[in-house]
């Protein structure tokens, strides 16, 4: 069958072909200890609120289910247009918002509606690669700019004016940006407008992070610099309902019936049930819960990017909204022997368990370096929470070739303290304080990764050890006890420390064996462990 030159043109979203294999990796070790955790896919782990849900169970019982008009729901597009006047301060008529199937379906109409053939669009490099491909399949050219860490991987104003040329019909924007999470400066986004309005040109911008702005110097639409903005946005992100396929455009008031036309003829309408549930979103109860999720995006994204810089994958730009990080792997790279973001990617998911995404398809350098991570599913236990970059570590030592990894029998004994405490000692290793007080905290997961100024041991393959049973030699280092409640926990060890004699009111409670390596603190490099400290522990 011969293929459309056009369907030829358009690559894979490179994105969701790493995801099937983290699928099936997923599916692989679903019931070990440790099953994947996903840090790839651009979508929310929260599902979408009781009142939403509870609305699209009523549209269902009540068969409010028939098309709805192309435009969308009435009282939907009333509901965003009110939106963006109490959360942006920004008055938008409804007569401009067209209701559409994601951002996907509006960034295609949008497209659709105003690009022809030869026409070509700028936009940043790094983007979201479907972008270009709404373009292409508009038999448009995307024109991609190079962006640097100093411009917050953001066009300026210069740029697009230096870029322009015959061909060029516009920009297509995102701020804030996937893969990014950098918005573009409020004063530098108007010049941008005003070069494209002076070129009679066309501005397009992807704000369907914008609810998702953690920080005030950015959080603003860029409708408010002009009527002539086309602006992209979506219930996936920031009202947590990806799957209910539910977004919108806002056009100028000309646009909207040619708009309603293409949408008449290439969709019909928005899933009718998602439109009913999407009224809900707008209850103040609903609106209330979105602010408190937002704020846990903010506190992981300040827990996880020093997390991700302490690793060595460097994040040259704090992300001021989004869930993204764009983490730059060339240093870990060079170091482990891996070629790119793409090995490295699969590296992690291999050893590490955790799923995250290669530079490859967002950005177009050809030694594209980068692997975008993407900080969703980090709250949960205490202990889980620090888990993805920790496995990373793991992840970036067992692929390099290990020549000092120390072995060592342990035996962990417990006594009761007169202050009714326990206390733990082992052969060669003390409890870290912080990792006893978290196990009996959060009877859950816990590792401990130390290092001092020069380097510092760390577990290499840790070790299960069951009460007074052998180890098995496969995985983290978890000592499981049985306390005498009969409850189960998980206790970290770690810190190197000088040896105790166990006394005779000392009980032993694990035994096992631990693999410990050298890394080396700036660098993160593993390497030898320096010979004072190998005679230490022997
Ligand atoms: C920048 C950007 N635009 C558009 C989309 C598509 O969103 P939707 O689910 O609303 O179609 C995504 C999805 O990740 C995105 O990151």
Redesign the pocket.
Known sequence: MRISERAERIEPFWVMEVAKAASQKAREVAHTDRPVVFLNI??PDFTAPPRVQQAAQSAIENGQTQYTPALGLDALRQAISQWYDSRFGVQVPASRIVVTA????A?QLACLALIDRGDEILMPDPS?P??RHFVSAAEGTAVLIPTTAEERFQLSAAKVAAAWGANTRGVLL?SP??PTGTSIDPAELARIIEVVREKGGITLI?E??LGLSHDDQFGQSALTLGDDVIS?N????YFNM?GW?L?WLVVPETLTPVLERLAQNLFICASTVAQQAALACFEPESLAEYERRRAEFKARRDYFIPALNDLGLSVPVQPDGAFYAWADCTAACQKLGIKDSWDFAFAALEHAHVAITPGRDFWHRPDCPLCALFHRQLDGRIANRHRPPQCLVAAMNSTSDHPSVFEHPIRIYWEDTDAGGIVFYANYLKFFERARTEWLRALGFGQQVLRDQSGGMFVVSETAVKYHSPARLDDTLIVTAELQTGGKASLSIAQCAYLRTPNQNDRLLAEGTIRLGWVDSTTLKPGRIPAPVLEALK
């Open positions: 651009g979508e994601g951002a996907s379906a960034l979201y479907c972008n995102a940006s996937n992807d369907i992070y992209i979506s219930f996936s992100k990806t396929r977004g």
